[in-house]
């Protein structure tokens, strides 16, 4: 297998063997990530070298149901380019049973129903998207290339062709300042968007990235943890949809999970519980953990 640069895949994906279809993010300017910063231009891998690839892994392991397309937004390719890849693995391994990538809204904007139809038909079974905020000063801010109505036409598409969104989003983005307006935005577009499920994780600040000089230079102040679990708990009391919550990442102050609003009360009462200690810190939470 031929990988380029570090790798990346969401923590649900942790058990899916990792196909490389592009190298780096088309995008790879928001400020808070550096997930592909030692990937500064974006590249599409030739089919033959993704092929080949697909074909050592199937000399390699005996068995595997689960691929994940990396790096950054796979979305972003022709559609033919995202159909051949699907359809090798499906060849080579046909005891796959899901394939899945990441996309941003405006991947699926830019794309025609038809071709996410062909897309879905061929074997995607998953899109982890970014949605990062619902909020349209923190997504132009952090230079995120994409405005709450981009989200809205992309959503729709992908939607009429049946394809499933993750969508993940950032408590904390907002900062200190603009916590309300960013969390209250985030669910309000959230209700609109109805992704099949949804991953919030807090924000962790990345040495090096243009938000971290922010931070250095006092333009941007981080939201408070009593901030992020005022966001989740906003979050949990007014989000209106159907979805499996993902709100187990490392990054959150209470990781949960399961689905909403079937575990609305519960995940409430951990919120509401940790709220209650009034923390300053992480661990002034862990302290007195309310499971």
């Known amino acids: 297998m031929r990988y380029v640069g570090k790798l ?28 592909y910063r030692d990937k500064p231009q974006f590249k599409r891998r030739k089919l033959e070298d993704i092929y080949a690839d697909i074909e050592e892994a199937r000399r390699r392991y005996p068995l595997v149901t689960d691929f994940f397309l990396i790096d950054g937004n796979v979305m972003v390719l022709k559609a033919d380019h995202i159909i051949k890849t699907i359809e090798k693995i499906k060849e080579l391994f046909p005891e796959v049973k899901n394939i899945a990538l990441y996309s941003q809204y405006n991947d699926f904007r830019r794309k025609t129903v038809n071709e996410l139809k062909a897309i879905k038909a061929a074997g995607l079974t998953k899109a982890y998207v970014g949605l990062e905020s619902g909020d349209a000063k923190v997504l132009e801010d952090t230079t995120t290339h994409m405005t709450p109505q981009q989200a809205i036409e992309g959503a729709a598409k992908a939607k009429a062709a049946g394809i499933k969104v993750l969508a993940s989003f950032i408590f904390g983005l907002g900062g200190k300042y603009r916590s309300k307006a960013h969390i209250e935005n985030t669910v309000s577009l959230l209700n609109i968007l109805q992704p099949e499920e949804i991953a919030p994780m807090a924000l962790a600040i990345q040495p090096g990235t243009p938000l971290a000089k922010q931070v250095e230079s006092g333009e ?4 408070t943890p009593l901030q992020i679990l005022e966001e989740e708990k906003y979050l949990l009391e007014n989000l209106n949809i159907n979805t499996y919550y993902w709100g187990n990442h490392g990054n959150n102050i209470m990781p949960m999970k399961g689905n909403f609003p079937d575990m609305k009360t519960p ?10 200690t009034n923390p300053v810190t992480k661990e002034d939470v862990w302290a007195t953990n309310p499971w």
Request: glycine share 4%; hydrophobic share 45%; with cysteine.
């Open 220 to 223: 941007f102040v981080q939201a």
């Open 267 to 276: 995940f409430l009462h951990y919120i509401n519980g940790a709220i209650e």
């Open 8 to 35: 990346y895949r969401p923590w649900m994906e942790a058990s899916s063997l990792l196909i490389q279809v592009t190298i780096g993010c088309s995008n790879n300017e928001c400020s808070f990530c550096d997930m």
